[in-house]
Structure formats: C-alpha cells, structure tokens
C-alpha cells in the first residue's frame, strides 16, 4: 500500500494563506488520483479537493472554491493544497488521499471510501 504524508500545516490569522504538501512512498504516483479531505472538531469528515491521475482535471467544494487549488508538483512527485484567504471555519486537520486501486486517470474521486491511502493529517488554525 502506498503510504502518503502531508505537511505545511500551521496556525495563521484569517486572510492569510497556506500551502499543504503531500508526499507519497510510491516511486511515481503521478497517475494516482489524490484528494484532500478534513475534518473539524465536532465535525465530520468532509472531502475539499481532488485531482486525477496527471492532474489533467481538478474538483474542489463549493465552500473553497475560487480560495483554495490543488495542484501536482513539477515532478509531479508531490500534490499540493493552496489555500489562500483562510477564514476560521476552515480550521481543521487536513488529510491527503490516494487511490491505487481500480482508478481511472481522467477522474476525481469526491468519495472518502473511493481511497485507499490516507495521510496522518495536519493541523491548519485559522484565527479570527
């Protein structure tokens, strides 16, 4: 199984931005679907971006769009999540996803069950 880690998480003031990173364990996954999902204290987990294998089309919730972007590093050895203009309700940890099995490269996947892979998570703080 392929193992994914996130980091660039951290605590900033509402407005500002961010930019997660995921790593994989996998020598190239640039064919993979990845996906980012968080979930807040007291909340349930939900899906807030997604990109097909080689990054040819992304998705993201209607809550983030226009502020936030998913993108595949240059290498394309790394996803990432830009998040800019960050409000406190966006204060959760967040997860990158990986899907290795049965995938199509030209979709995205908004399903947490669709993914196999799962990071840690990594804390983003927004404060008001």
């Known amino acids: 199984q392929v193992q994914v880690v996130e980091s660039g998480g951290g605590l900033v003031q509402a407005g500002s931005s961010l930019r997660l990173s995921c790593a994989a364990s996998a020598r190239t996954f640039s064919n993979y679907p990845m996906g980012w999902f968080r979930q807040a204290p007291g909340k349930e987990r939900e899906f807030v971006a997604a990109?097909?294998?080689?990054?040819?089309?992304?998705f993201t919730v209607d809550s983030v769009k226009g502020r936030f972007t998913v993108s595949r590093g240059g290498a394309k050895n790394t996803v990432y999540l830009q998040m800019n203009s960050l409000k406190p309700e966006d204060t959760a940890v967040y997860y990158c996803?990986?899907?290795?099995?049965?995938?199509?490269?030209?979709?995205?996947?908004?399903?947490?069950?669709?993914?196999?892979?799962w990071g840690q998570g990594t804390q983003v703080t927004v404060s008001s």
């Open positions: 996803v990986l899907k290795s099995k049965s995938y199509s490269t030209s979709l995205c996947y908004t399903n947490a069950d669709d993914y196999d892979s």
């Open positions: 990109i097909s294998g080689y990054g040819a089309t992304t």
